[in-house]
C-alpha cells in the first residue's frame, strides 16, 4: 500500500503544475523550443521563439504567445498616466516577459523631461516585476547611462536595435546591459561583444530571425548552430531563471 501512494506522487506533482499555470502562477518554457528573438513586431509564426511587442492598448492574450508591453517614447503624451496604469496591469501576466519597449529617443515628438519621467516609471514597474526592460535609446546614451547609475537596477537592461559604434557599445557593456542586434548593425561591434552579452531580434524587419542569427554567425565566425544555441541559453538565463 505504501508503495501505491508512493507511486501517485509525480501525478499529485503535475496536477498542481498544471493548476498552477491555469491560474497564472507558474511559467515554463516548452525545453525543446527556442526562444532567439526578444523583439519583434510581427506576429510570430512561431509563437514560443519570440517575444511580441504590443501596444498596451491593443493587448490580447494568446496561446503560446509571449509578449513586452511598455510605452515606446514615441508614444509618450502629456496625459500618460491612463496608458501606463493599462501597462502595468498587464505586466503582471505571466506571458509578458518583459517591460517595454521604454527610453530615450532625441527625435521623438515628445520633450525629454516627459520622456524621461514615463521611462522612470516603466523602470520601476520592471523592477516591481522582475522583469527584463526592453530599451529604444537614440542619440541619449549619456542620458541612459546616468539612469543606470543613478537609480541601479537589479533587472536586466536590453537595448534593443544596436546600431551605434564600439566606443558606445563597450559604455553599455561596462554598465552591463546587454545589446540586441536585427538586420542592421556595425560588423565591429559585433567582433567585440561578449557572446553572453548578445541578443537577437527582428524588430519590424523583413529577415526572419535565423537568417538575422545566420548572418551574426558568419560576422562573428561562430558557427550558426553554436551561436543558435548560445542566444537561446542567454534568453533564457534573463527571462526564466530569475
Not at 505571466?94 to 519597449?101: F, S, Y
Not at 525629454?112 to 541619449?140: D, G, N, Y
Not at 546616468?146 to 537596477?153: A, F, G
Request: aromatic share 12%; with cysteine; hydrophobic share 40%.
Amino acid at each position: 500500500m505504501a508503495r501505491s501512494r508512493a507511486c501517485t506522487w509525480p501525478y499529485v506533482g503535475f496536477f498542481a503544475v498544471t493548476l498552477g499555470v491555469a491560474l497564472g502562477t507558474i511559467l515554463f518554457l516548452n525545453p525543446y523550443a527556442m526562444l532567439i528573438d526578444v523583439h519583434t513586431h510581427h506576429r510570430p509564426a512561431i509563437p514560443e521563439e519570440s517575444i511580441w511587442n504590443v501596444p498596451a492598448g491593443g493587448f490580447r492574450r494568446g496561446k503560446g504567445f509571449y509578449y513586452s508591453v511598455g510605452i515606446h517614447p514615441w508614444q509618450v503624451k502629456e496625459d500618460w498616466e491612463p496608458e501606463f496604469l493599462l501597462v502595468k496591469e498587464i505586466v503582471s501576466i505571466p506571458t509578458v516577459l518583459a517591460v517595454g519597449e521604454a527610453g530615450l529617443d532625441r527625435f521623438a515628438a515628445g520633450n525629454m523631461a516627459l520622456q524621461k519621467t514615463v521611462f522612470e516609471r516603466q523602470i520601476e514597474l520592471s523592477e516591481e516585476w522582475r522583469k527584463p526592460l526592453i530599451i529604444h535609446c537614440v542619440k541619449c546614451f549619456n542620458e541612459l547611462i546616468q539612469l543606470k547609475r543613478e537609480l541601479k537596477p537589479k533587472m536586466p537592461w536590453i537595448v534593443h536595435g544596436f546600431r551605434n559604434n564600439p566606443f558606445i557599445a563597450e559604455r553599455l557593456l561596462n554598465e552591463e546591459c546587454y545589446l540586441s542586434f536585427g538586420e542592421r548593425y556595425q560588423t565591429a561591434v559585433l567582433q567585440m561583444i561578449p557572446e553572453d552579452r548578445l541578443l537577437t531580434e527582428t524588430d519590424e524587419g523583413t529577415a526572419g530571425i535565423r537568417t538575422v542569427i545566420r548572418g551574426i554567425s558568419e560576422r562573428k565566425n561562430l558557427s550558426y548552430e553554436a551561436l543558435l544555441k548560445r542566444i537561446d541559453e542567454n534568453v533564457r538565463s534573463l527571462f526564466f531563471k530569475r
